[in-house]
């Protein structure tokens, strides 16, 4: 393996150095009759970046460690995660900055960074849907196909006129179904009955919540940062900050009906406290209501606790798709959810010139192509020569990582040489 | 317990809901004569998201991880303070927006968003006091009435005319005096010569360290948040940063004066050196200059070392107050002494406008309503049908929550199986 | 130590607090002729304050965290960095404006406190190559000697017309070679050969990782929050962004080649994936291109990652030089890196008015005032009245900390008795 990545790695950052020369230059302000720049333009950069830094710090930090609960493959969920979002920015800068030339090139300012950051956000998800089971080669070719794929899907929604600001269905749930399609063509049956691994420690679970936390917090500025400055950016955000809240309470309550005793379960307090700012993205913009906002949360954080406690069970028994981190209690359902709560409101006259058939036919293309992609992409992954881990080292840093011994295996070891010792003496 | 929180949750969410139809909507910008909105109202939102955002990360990482450090209470502090925080905007943002109706609406703007983050902090400091002695419905509870009086205390100070940008007396003093009182009703006599599980193990005391941080550096933006723009506003910036570099020095010195062999203790760490952001509150816009802000940080990193050292046991001793994350010392103490040093701001004139007097009445009304109201609400607290955790099972995560089986356990376990065999071979 | 350490922090900040009385105050903002101050002015505070707050978390939490990666030295990594940049950045206030007095006196902005932030940055770095051999007096000593020569250092440079935005040189080589040569004059023999406390655990890695994240998101911040506003900044952005990207991948493929078995090698993964933010410092607001950026970046990650592969153990061995964290392959080699960078990229008119002469006489004379002033320093560190730990006790928190007992030692104490008791029944 030594071999293959590195030289992947290094091949691919030769080949997008080679195309930033060609095609991606700075961005720089127009300049009116008298040759002054524009006031305005040189403010929307600095007054949108502390918005590109939240989403910046929901990519790298919040995706990061929400997947660092299992037990032993924290280096991989974090690590893993800063290679191919680090990746998927450049690859994505090209993929969304070719359906938009200018005089054949791509000019960088912070709309631009923020979308580059969106679209690594789609592999990220799909990454949750196979993590612990596939190799870092594995996902930097999945990031240069589903980038690919992502930016003709979110141009063909542009194009037909559908609205989806917080991208419920151009990144959420296209990164979910995408994910599935392609761990259902990666199936193991042998980890069907569960992997030692597969399971959190005390600590591990609150790394996780770190991720949780910041995902939360800046979920707002997620669905914000590319809205119309004004009174629509506006709505988005206080739409956004009311339904994550509203869904918190659903989502404590619903975890507390369907588990054992009446507790809480941290699988579902990580993720589907999350799971308003994903449903109400595509209409955050639009002039819901804060009540409506927080219904649609209220919602959103009941569907996705009963997806983990039943859905996920069925996805993996009948199905056979491998759902590591439940990306479709997250980003599936939810991002449906945002869909169909666009239509809703577009039907309700909250955003003037929507059309509800268009809104249902971005949603109906999404998904569709995300399921064709993503077992395409699959049956890529499948083909032998990506380094995929053996069933028994799945959900294992070790394979990939030098993994320090813990003060608790050295313990372990004293303890098993003085065994023997003993065992000697006795 | 199952149904009863769930029911309450779902319950106190829907009444939300249909609340915030009745009374909720946006801010619309104000038009001028010609009916153009004015850029100035568009722009704030903006300028103060970056601040908000500031202030949701104190909140929501900084009180949530700040508690961890209990060795097995993490899930609750930082889960618990999720759900209280998210039901508590919700019902500040009614609590504190129905003193100000315009036409029978609550106009949700940035600053409100802001305020609606504040009044969780109440709550938040409170359960500091109670942390690990009260079931996550009693603190629903408690979240519900404490934001009520809050904002009637709130507005009574407003009304009065004194001043408070940084909320030293409003939110800290009175979230610290709240939270004692009614620690005071729950005293438990088990409970006097401590607990097995109330203490820290290696990694809890990092986690806790995470929320420090984060609080002590976006402090500034809590005391500056809804200072007036201009002048004002970077005053409490600056001041708030210098007070808080003076307040470590001497949380150190004093953490290292009064310990054992002159280490340094991480409970001090923790927590004394934010008592300059505390103290500093109240004449954070004040013209108290840089050196000012310095000494009242020198003296509060001094106060709460102390505190913690000297008060904390005697309040558990002799009061009967057993104050679990020592709150008293880092928003009791402090914020007392922030109200104290507005009162001597003014005097030197540093607040034109301002009188000392009315400072003064302030603090001592905010304390007294923070006695009364903890008080009444903590006998509310001990009606014995919210499911109040037994003695034993204080500062347990496992009583309301699943809890992964750690690897150290496991191996323990192990271990013991082998004992016994060994037991039986030899 | 007691009173030592406890009297040198107070009478620091007693001494600190009558320097600002003197010298220190707000800024407060021009007035134009019709004695209006100008909006402008009062715009950048607010503007510039989202950077501000990102380069205060990489100073608090990125560098405190990324030091978190021994595993019995957490405590002391995030508690002496917080504790020696709250000094650093009252003492750094002092000795950057000494140089830039207004009628006497030092006017605070947001300029002025990023800048005080960057100071203390130089000791952390420096902290970094001593971390573990030095006593918290000790770390206060150098605070106070280093910033003061990098006050030094830095008016030279400006003096001398030298660019560099993002301080590759002033602040990254001069941090790094000023603590390598400091560590050169504190050198143990007996260290020669490792000591069981230096290395990791599996959660002290992820504590790290912390670190890691957030200096490498925000670096954008860094290179650009003292840039000219406008077309430099958002270039010092851009530049900054696309540079760190590409720098990750070679980072991760040089790991996997160096290591045993082409493993990733978390060493590299929390500290070269940094590099390329460091070499594109000096250039990075100049027009490089975005494709040159990531060919620094490129480079860098390269540059760094054999740097921990082969030059630290060079030092350790031939030079006698023992970098704990390896800054040199962080801060120092990337730094001269972007020394060089810069040179080129003036050369190639990247910068008008820039002088590719002045530029290398800039880089030059860091080092030297680096080297030197580190020796010097390192000097008067090695007098034995500062309470520098032994040899055995070095990378232990328990030396001036009160460390809680672990669950896992707990058990280890019983598993200890038992095994007691069981040799007395056997």
Not at 189 to 217: C, Q, R
Not at 227 to 252: K, M, P
Not at 283 to 293: E, L, S, V
């Amino acid at each position: 393996m030594r071999f293959k990545f590195s030289l992947l790695a290094i091949t691919f950052q030769v080949i997008l150095i080679i195309l930033f020369a060609i095609f991606v230059t700075y961005d720089t302000p127009h300049h009116d009759t008298h040759g002054n720049s524009t006031q305005s333009e040189e403010d929307e950069f600095i007054k949108l970046y502390p918005l590109f830094q939240d989403v910046h710090v929901m990519i790298f930090i919040g995706f990061g460690f929400l997947m660092t609960f299992l037990k032993r493959y924290g280096f991989s969920s974090v690590g893993i995660n800063l290679l191919i979002a680090a990746l998927g920015l450049q690859w994505g800068t090209l993929m969304q900055g070719l359906w938009h030339l200018h005089d054949g090139h791509i000019n960088i300012d912070i709309i631009k960074m923020i979308n580059a950051d969106f679209s690594t956000a789609t592999v990220l998800i799909s990454f949750g849907a196979v993590l612990g089971k596939t190799s870092a080669v594995q996902m930097l070719i999945m990031a240069i196909f589903e980038i690919a794929i992502f930016a003709c899907n979110e141009h063909l929604v542009v194009s037909l006129g559908a609205f989806d600001v917080g991208a419920s269905m151009i990144i959420h749930a296209f990164g979910a179904y995408f994910g599935l399609s392609a761990a259902r063509v990666l199936y193991r049956p042998a980890l069907k009955d569960g992997h030692e691994n597969e399971g959190s420690v005390y600590h591990s679970d609150l790394f996780a919540m770190i991720g949780t936390i910041f995902l939360w917090m800046f979920w707002p500025s997620f669905n914000s940062a590319i809205a119309e400055a004004g009174i629509d950016q506006h709505r988005a955000i206080i739409n956004t900050y009311f339904s994550l809240a509203a869904c918190v309470l659903t989502a404590y309550a619903f975890s507390s009906l369907v588990e054992h005793k009446g507790k809480l379960d941290m699988v579902h307090i990580q993720n589907a406290t999350l799971a308003g700012g994903v449903a109400v993205g595509t209409c955050a913009d639009m002039n819901i209501h804060p009540y409506g906002a927080m219904t649609i949360g209220f919602i959103a954080g009941i569907i996705s606790t009963l997806g983990f406690k039943f859905v996920t069970p069925f996805l993996a028994r009948k199905l056979k798709i491998q759902d590591t981190c439940g990306v479709h209690n997250l980003h599936g359902l939810p991002g449906v959810l945002g869909g169909l709560a666009g239509i809703v409101a577009v039907l309700l006259g909250a955003k003037p010139g929507a059309s509800a058939g268009i809104q249902a036919a971005a949603l109906a293309a999404t998904i569709g192509v995300a399921i064709i992609g993503g077992a395409i992409t699959g049956f890529i992954l499948k083909i032998p020569i990506w380094g995929q881990p053996p069933d028994q080292n799945c959900y294992d840093d070790s394979l990939y990582w030098e993994v320090p011994l813990d003060e608790e295996e050295e313990h372990q070891n004293h303890y098993l040489e003085d065994q023997g010792k003993m065992k000697v003496e006795a």
